[in-house]
């Protein structure tokens, strides 16, 4: 019963279409962003780590490298920020959490391509 | 006009607010209560509104508490306006003015339409017999150098000789939680009448399921 109430409230807060994407897929996600008066779009680009919480509460982690470093940032999957989330590539993946990428750089960091039919 | 009302809570979730930003929200499930009684100052030395919240089945309620809401009958009932509902498993009291309330009005969130903030009371978790460190947030001792088998050991607690005293007031361990709380001054999100459903920002006392007392804030600015 009190799930029911939590996703009553929640429903107001969910997009209607959300994002389409899976993890290990190379991403564009779109972030609005609001300088001052105006308003625009920044890009993130990289690779899908993984997905965590539920409803409302949905995150996505996404990891690029900059500048030899490696950069991971956590968007609110129904947040009004984004603007939206462009799937680049697909790959194969066996696993929820890729946070084994972490841990490899360079020619490791790569994953098999899917072609989706 | 009473700004009170009873209810449950029911957990935490987030939503989004119109620049975007994500708002942490308790739900509460708050009503419908009865109003059961009003104190009077001719009667009762003091102004209160009763209210009554959720049905308790008749088989279980005391014979007290069925001619609480109803006229029962019997040699000493009293002549004072009954609600006529069933008996309600919780009955509070909300000091304050009783004008606009009669016995037997039907109260729901829609009482706290345009209240900005409130104070919610409820009892919060039991934590039983909780040491320093739960209870007081004392640092411990450290994990090594010599400390042995007292790291979350609050430490000395008094001076030498001289007063060769504890001071009154000394924070120790000892029973925590299940005490009656009130959080102050949170803002209400939300108040959907249609679902008897009110959001607040932030957290409240108690369990998911618990009772809470929700009203408006006596905190001024």
């Known amino acids: ?117 | 006009m009473l700004k009170g009302i009873l209810g449950r809570k029911v957990g935490m979730t987030q939503i989004f607010d119109e620049t975007g930003r994500a708002i942490p929200v308790t739900i509460i499930q708050a009503g419908p209560c009865c109003v059961l009684q009003l104190k009077t100052v001719e009667r009762d030395g003091y102004e209160a509104v009763q209210l009554g919240y959720q049905d308790k089945p008749r088989r279980l309620a005391r014979r007290s508490e069925r001619g609480h809401v109803a006229k029962i009958g019997g040699k000493n009932s009293s002549d004072r306006p009954k609600a006529n509902c069933e008996p309600q498993r919780v009955v509070r009291e909300f000091r304050g003015s009783v004008e606009g309330c009669e016995v037997g009005q039907k109260l729901g969130v829609e009482v706290l339409e345009n209240v900005v903030s409130v104070d919610v009371v409820g009892v919060s978790k039991g934590r039983g017999f909780a040491g320093v460190m739960k209870r007081h947030n004392f640092s411990g001792q450290r994990a090594t150098h010599g400390v042995k088998k007292v790291h979350r050991h609050a430490g000395g607690t008094g001076c030498s000789a001289s007063p060769s005293r504890l001071f009154k007031g000394r924070r120790m361990g000892g029973q925590y939680g299940a005490a009656r709380i009130t959080s102050r001054n949170l803002k209400v999100v939300r108040v959907d009448a249609e679902n008897g459903l009110l959001l607040v920002k932030g957290a409240v006392p108690g369990p998911n399921g618990g009772v809470l007392v929700v009203q408006e804030t006596n905190r001024l600015g």
């Open chain 1, 1 to 117: 019963m009190s799930q029911q109430i939590i996703d009553l409230v929640e429903k107001s807060s969910l997009k209607e279409e959300p994002p389409q994407f899976d993890v290990g897929d190379t991403v564009d996600v779109h972030t609005r962003i609001l300088e001052g008066e105006k308003e625009r779009i920044q890009i993130f680009t990289g690779v899908v780590l993984g997905r965590s919480g539920g409803g409302a509460r949905e995150m996505f982690v996404v990891r690029r490298i900059v500048a030899g470093e490696g950069v991971e940032r956590k968007f609110p999957l129904h947040s009004p920020r984004i603007a939206k989330v462009e799937v680049k590539r697909s790959s194969v993946v066996r696993r929820a959490k890729l946070y084994f990428l972490r841990d490899r750089v360079g020619k490791a960091t790569r994953l098999k391509e899917r072609r989706r039919s």
